[in-house]
């Protein structure tokens, strides 16, 4: 069933609430709002839609044109400008000046939201949620998280500190498809309290309602709150919520964060043995479950200090992902990062994966490049 109304689908209407009260409960927020979205992309869209609403309402109304010129920031790591792009034209965005007072680098133009990525998707780096909120209440900014791949970690004892802060946050993006394995797709994104205004008139509402009179009619015999449809610009929506429910009723939340403890490990595993092998070079320490690293054919070994070996290790990685495609043996993602050459990144999220196949990778990393 498509869930706009509570009439056409009561139950997903229901199990989408308890989900996402539970997923806000992580984070640390005791009532609040949120949706579910077609992916992070999307939800991240949402967020900046509704810092720029909350900040000027006459938006709706009057257009765009009508606003001053805005601006976010966002860290350089950010995994993804569409948001911005789609809603007003530019994926231009500014990283997080090193001056307390960002207003004055930004020649008349209005900040209104600041972008925190937790868990960004190369490098699995953290921004810091604590000191970025407090620049963003002393400036009167929305503070958005993307955790879509690092939030998760809420449920892992050892890794909650990389998310200190994220309670302060006004959205938070969180994909439980990444890190937990929930089929795709499965994206939240999550509010906090609003209870200073009745649910039907919350951000979500007033910013994306349109009050279609043939759906969402105010006289209904039930309770008109559990229609859900009109907070968001979609109408037409799939039960995402109920991948998540099916898999946290089948394990628990113990189960979930074995789930990351268990990709943790699997990281930890790799790295050791990464630093283990000759021909194997880390691209920096792993801060989370993201592991980069260079793959150094033996014809490179011992070169580092020649004026070409950059410019001929960035070449191995296209070539060994050509040779693993066509021998059907692995698929292993690889990419450059600013003045880094392409090197491997290397996430471990299912749970069946094994040391074995950990071991393998690397085996046939050695056997595919042998001769390079």
């Given at each position: ?71 976010l920031f ?14 007003w ?41 604590d ?27 050892a ?13 938070v ?26 649910p ?25 709150t559990y ?19 099916l ?26 043995q ?28 011992g ?47 299912s ?8 071991d ?13």
């Open positions: 069933s498509s869930r706009y109304t509570y009439e056409v689908a009561p139950v997903f209407v229901l199990m989408e609430e308890v989900v996402l009260a539970k997923l806000r409960e992580l984070v640390g927020w005791s009532r609040g709002d949120g949706i579910f979205a077609p992916g992070g992309s999307i939800s991240n869209m949402f967020a900046i839609n509704l810092a720029r609403f909350q900040r000027f309402p006459e938006c709706r109304r009057r257009g765009n044109w009508a606003l001053p010129r805005l601006v966002a860290s350089q790591e950010v995994g993804r400008g569409k948001g911005a792009d789609k809603i034209g530019s994926s231009r965005t500014l990283p997080p000046p090193p001056a307390p007072d960002p207003p004055q680098l930004l020649g008349g133009a209005e900040p209104f939201l600041v972008c925190a990525t937790s868990g960004t998707t190369v490098l699995g780096a953290f921004d810091p949620l000191a970025i909120a407090d620049i963003c209440q002393r400036h009167s900014l929305w503070l958005h998280v993307d955790a879509a791949w690092g939030g998760s970690a809420l449920l892992s004892s890794h909650r500190h990389l998310l200190a802060g994220i309670e302060r946050a006004n959205s993006t969180w994909n439980p498809h990444k890190l937990l394995g929930v089929g795709l797709q499965c994206s939240a994104l999550l509010l906090p309290d609003t209870s200073v205004v009745p039907q008139q919350g951000l979500l509402q007033r910013c994306h309602g349109a009050g279609a009179s043939y759906l969402f009619q105010p006289d209904k015999f039930y309770d008109a229609d859900p449809g009109d907070k968001t610009p979609q109408c037409g929506r799939r039960v995402d919520c109920l991948k998540l429910w898999l946290w009723k089948a394990i628990g939340t113990q189960g979930l964060a074995q789930r990351v403890q268990r990709a943790l490990d699997a990281t930890r595993y790799l790295t050791e990464v630093k283990r092998r000759e021909g194997f070079q880390l691209v920096l320490e792993p801060e989370f479950i993201n592991l980069c690293f260079w793959f150094v054919p033996p014809s490179l070994r070169r580092e200090g020649s004026s070409d070996y950059w410019s001929c290790l960035g070449k191995v990685a296209p070539v060994l992902k050509e040779r693993m495609m066509k021998a059907g043996s692995m698929l292993l993602s690889y990419q450059p990062h600013g003045t880094k050459v392409n090197f491997f990144r290397q996430i471990v999220t749970p069946a994966v094994t040391k074995a196949d950990l393998f990778l690397l085996d046939e990393l050695e056997r595919l490049g042998g001769d390079l």
